[in-house]
């Protein structure tokens, strides 16, 4: 029999890992039109699957507004939660796929005002990703239980989401007509990339000693393995975007050597972080493969398939397009493919479990009592 629950459960339990959604369906919708095929009915359903992002987006906003709401007390204790604090990293780059969209379908429906939307969006993105790019270090470091043994990729939601902005900041520039706003924006742009980019290659690199140490952590968190991708693909597609834009923003200002070495510099760049992200793609297939032996219990978790294939493919196209170079182009199809196979097979048993109710669960609750101060918000 189906446990249907009821909505103000869903509400008491909705928790912010939810947004993982928003993130893979929105990197899928502008993967899709990145697409080198003249082909309407791709952009067709490339588009058509931002709309659902977009209301994917606003029902998962008004679930966890309305838990802040009725349950408070309840809602606050994710701030010393070691794992669901990490995913508030998840709402701003949710945000970041249906900012990139309006430029990618809203500017063709809406012209200007899409682009307009797109920017006062991006500043609300920038500024939630800052936050909670200090905010969930800080409380790591002063209130949450933290050890090497229990680490995973999970650590870098939170530090990743200000490149994500990056990335969104160099598809705005292009529509930025004037040349010092242009400027300033790129400028952000590029201190957004090395407000995430180093910190999260530092989280990298303890997360490689963890898993020699300490090997493959639980099949619960099988699907962490791929966030690991998540910031170097974001990291290379930052160089690469940004790179394509410096040459015309320099220029403008009268600096072109600048923007000469800064579109080599995002070529380079974006090639030798592509091919670091390979290392770990492959390296995450053999592990995934031997999680699957073992059986590889369905959670949300599995959402981390999806966004950080998703951003390493965009990567892949870009590099592609920049370089011209035909055996990238070939991966990143085959990428693009794989990435819609995860999505598939997620959406539906992420369909599944929302329809049964068991997926609405607040580790913050459901480890250990809950103290009196919380249990007058359940009555």
């Given at each position: 029999m189906v446990n249907v629950k009821s909505l103000r459960e869903i509400i008491q339990q909705f928790t912010p890992n939810w947004y993982t959604a928003t993130m893979g369906t929105g990197i899928l919708a502008l993967a899709l039109n990145q697409l080198p095929f003249n082909v309407p009915v791709l952009h067709q359903l490339a588009e058509g699957l931002w709309f659902f992002n977009i209301g994917l987006f606003v029902l998962f906003s008004v679930l966890y507004f309305a838990r802040w709401v009725l349950f408070q007390s309840q809602a606050r204790r994710i701030f010393s939660h070691s794992v669901m604090s990490m995913f508030f990293g998840a709402i701003p780059m949710g945000l970041a796929t249906i900012i990139n969209g309006f430029l990618a379908f809203g500017i063709p429906r809406w012209g200007d005002t899409a682009v307009s939307i797109a920017?006062?969006?991006?500043?609300?993105?920038m500024a939630m990703a800052i936050f909670i790019?200090?905010?969930?270090?800080?409380?790591m470091f002063t209130r949450q239980?933290?050890?090497m043994e229990?680490?995973?990729a999970v650590w870098l939601l939170p530090v990743v989401a200000a490149e994500v902005a990056?990335?969104?900041?160099?598809?705005?520039?292009?529509h930025i007509s004037n040349p010092h706003a242009a400027l300033e924006m790129i400028i952000i742009a590029y201190a957004l990339w090395a407000f995430s980019v180093p910190i999260a290659f530092s989280i990298l690199v303890i997360l490689i000693m963890r898993l020699m140490l300490h090997k493959l952590p639980h099949k619960d968190m099988a699907a962490s393995g791929?966030?690991?991708?998540?910031?170097?693909g974001t990291g290379a597609l930052g160089l690469l975007v940004l790179g394509a834009d410096a040459a015309h923003v320099f220029t403008a200002v009268n600096m072109p050597m600048i923007g000469d070495v800064a579109s080599g510099a995002g070529v380079i760049g974006g090639a030798i972080l592509w091919g670091y992200g390979m290392w770990w793609l492959l390296l995450t297939v053999l592990t995934t493969a031997r999680y699957i032996k073992q059986g590889m219990p369905f959670n949300l978790g599995w959402w981390g398939f999806t966004f950080p294939l998703g951003v390493y493919s965009l990567a892949t196209l870009a590099l592609a397009r920049q370089t011209h170079v035909d055996f990238i182009l070939s991966i990143g199809l085959g990428l693009v493919g794989c990435l819609a196979l995860f999505w598939s097979i997620v959406m539906v048993r992420t369909l599944q479990g929302a329809y049964r109710g068991t997926l609405f669960v607040s580790p913050c609750l459901t480890k250990g009592s809950i103290p009196e101060d919380f249990k007058s918000d359940m009555v």
């Open positions: 920017q006062i969006l991006w500043w609300v993105d790019g200090v905010l969930i270090p800080f409380l239980d933290h050890s229990k680490m995973t990056a990335v969104s900041a160099g598809l705005l520039i292009p791929f966030l690991a991708l998540g910031p170097i």
